[in-house]
């Protein structure tokens, strides 16, 4: 199993590009989140899906875009980039949301510069 | 609404020294905690989680306990090595304010020197 996949490692956009950071899993999870980190910051909750077709806002939605394609891939969105989204990204999943005791999978992360 | 504090970083030991990375947090329900480990170029790993107050999580040598009259999970480990130089992120899961979404602390670099 690979468990937690992202696509790109490294990426570097203009202000005002737009891209798609691509996550998959192969655990059959139900529940997918994406974070963004920021140093002094920790992981901040960009949106989340509990599961394939519902996605929530986390604390930080604001600049992106998700889709649930399937149970398998989620994806996120940045429409406009801007200089504040320069961060990493990282993508997990759970096997179900509301499971407190159970352990969410990290991918390895998307380093993100946005000049 | 919910938070977690870490003490500030980075830390710097020598191989066998005693660690401990406080973390201290706030809750308006029970919640559980855990503690993630992010290893250079890595997604984070779970460590070590308790679920209820007086619970101690264990693994790999590290150990923290949760504490709610002081509201605290600080982190352990008798004899570190120079492998767990890391960055440790203690985070904590509120069901009643925020169904199992991990609230996380700002992180704290551990380095450990040989």
């Known amino acids: 199993n690979a468990g937690v996949t992202q696509t790109p490692k490294f990426q570097v956009l203009k202000t005002g590009q737009s891209m798609t950071l691509q996550c998959a899993q192969d655990?059959?999870?139900?529940?997918m989140y994406w974070y963004r980190q920021d140093p002094g910051m920790g992981l901040r909750l960009i949106y989340y899906s509990a599961s394939e077709g519902t996605t929530d806002k986390g604390e930080v939605p604001n600049g992106y875009n998700v889709s649930r394609l399937n149970k398998r891939e989620f994806s996120l969105r940045l429409e406009s980039a801007a200089p504040s989204q320069t961060s990493v990204y990282f993508c997990a999943s759970k096997r179900r949301e509301g499971l407190v005791y159970n352990e969410q999978f990290f991918g390895p992360g998307t380093r993100l510069t946005v000049l | 609404g919910d938070s977690v504090t870490q003490m500030e970083g980075p830390v710097t030991l020598s191989e066998e020294a005693f660690l401990t990375i406080n973390c201290t947090y706030t809750a308006t329900g029970y919640p559980s905690l855990f503690w993630y480990v992010q290893y250079p170029g890595e997604g984070l790993q779970l460590l070590l989680k308790a679920t209820k107050a007086d619970d101690k999580g264990s693994n790999k040598g590290f150990e923290a306990t949760y504490r709610k009259e002081t509201t605290s999970f600080h982190l352990e480990k008798g004899s570190v090595q120079v492998s767990d130089s890391a960055v440790y992120f203690c985070?904590?899961?509120?069901?009643?304010?925020?169904?199992?979404?991990?609230?996380f602390g700002e992180g704290t670099q551990l380095t450990v020197n040989p």
């Open positions: 655990m059959n999870h139900n529940s």
């Open positions: 985070a904590l899961s509120d069901q009643e304010t925020s169904g199992s979404r991990l609230t």
